[in-house]
């Protein structure tokens, strides 16, 4: 059980509302509960996946680290698409939308500090 101030809480509260929003814009009506369940179990590897990429490091083992979590959060958006089509969920579509929008973040941010070095 985590405490109601933690920074993990936090940071999962406030994307979770986010989400939400967003969906209720593009028009797919979801509960936070419904967010929850879908994103919270992708949002600690995207959290490990950005520590790993903006860790200043030049060991290989972080290098590796690092392309297996991209593979990994890049077979997930895919497989969450691939089940929004097949379902015909929005939710599920937009899920796998923000998970490829992480995806690419992360991937921009080791191309600009590849570029910086």
Do not use: P
Not at 65 to 80: K, M, N
Not at 83 to 95: P, Q, V, Y
Request: charged letters at 25%; proline letters at 0%; zero cysteines.
């Amino acid at each position: 059980m985590e405490k109601k101030d933690t920074k993990t809480h936090l940071i999962n509260e406030i994307t979770t509302t986010g989400l939400q929003t967003a969906a209720k814009k593009l028009g797919a009506s979801a509960s936070k509960a419904q967010i929850r369940k879908g994103v919270s179990k992708n949002i600690s590897l995207i959290d490990k996946l950005l520590r790993v990429v903006l860790i200043k490091s030049k060991d290989s083992s972080k290098r590796v680290q690092r392309d297996i979590e991209f593979f990994g959060l890049g077979v997930i958006a895919a497989h969450t698409f691939y089940r929004g089509f097949k379902k015909k969920k929005r939710l599920l579509i937009f899920e796998g939308i923000f998970l490829t929008a992480a995806l690419g973040g992360a991937l921009l941010s080791t191309q600009f500090k590849a570029v910086k070095q």
